[in-house]
């Protein structure tokens, strides 16, 4: 079974830019989520999708920061305009709906650098 | 206080060594513990689930205090490749979201 992909692995813009990030979760997982990894600090979640509707965006940063997971299947995270502060690794992660586990499984990160 | 906080080592260890890693962690609401590892430039894989009765994969051994509201890895008989960073995640109460530690370093040394 393929595990969760993340596309592209690296994207260095220049500040002001902008950068479009995409996840394509594992196969029949419900839950999706992004969470971010900035450089010395810990890994820190910004939303979670539940097919197509956005549960919990409580750690998105900004107005900058714009999900999408149309269809419910891939996502996408865009940063317009990207600004320094957001270089970091964005991981996304994926689960399915038990009820009992909460088991999250990543993917392999999107190192994201801004100049 | 941070939600989660683990000593980030480094835990430098002799190969065949028992080690022991801590995690505290503030919101007694909390009800899922887990494990997770990350190399270096990887993405974090999940080690193991923390049940309250504890649990054991193979070395690996999970405890849960929630009196003391501390999650606690046994690593025995350790190996080169368990070098890595061990990743504490408690699952914010009533969500589905993760808060991780900063996560503790181990080398294990040949």
């Known amino acids: 079974e393929a595990g969760v992909t993340q596309f592209p692995s690296h994207s260095v813009i220049e500040k002001g830019q902008t950068v479009t990030l995409r996840c394509d979760p594992i196969?029949?997982?419900?839950?999706l989520y992004w969470y971010r990894r900035v450089m010395g600090k810990e890994i820190k979640f910004l939303l979670h999708f539940v097919k197509e509707s956005k549960q919990d965006e409580s750690g998105m940063p900004n107005n900058r920061f714009l999900a999408e997971r149309t269809g419910g299947t891939y996502s996408t995270l865009k940063v317009q305009p990207a600004e320094l502060e957001d270089s970091g690794v964005y991981f996304c992660?994926?689960?399915?709906?038990?009820?009992?586990?909460?088991?999250?499984?990543f993917g392999p990160g999107t190192r994201l650098t801004v100049t | 206080r941070k939600e989660v906080e683990q000593d980030p080592g480094p835990f430098n260890v002799p190969e065949g060594a028992t080690v022991a890693f801590n995690c505290t962690y503030s919101n007694s609401a909390s009800q899922s513990f887990f494990w997770y590892r990350q190399d270096c430039r990887k993405e974090p894989k999940l080690l193991m689930s923390?049940?309250?009765s504890g649990n054991e994969d193979g070395r690996f051994t999970a405890q849960l205090n929630r009196a003391s509201q501390y999650i606690s890895l046994l690593i025995r008989d350790s190996k080169l490749s368990d070098s890595a960073t061990y990743l504490c995640v408690v699952r914010s109460p009533g969500t589905y979201k993760y808060i991780f530690g900063t996560g503790t370093r181990l080398k294990v040394l040949a």
């Open positions: 196969s029949g997982h419900d839950n």
């Open positions: 923390v049940y309250s």
């Open positions: 992660a994926s689960s399915q709906e038990t009820g009992t586990s909460y088991e999250q499984y």
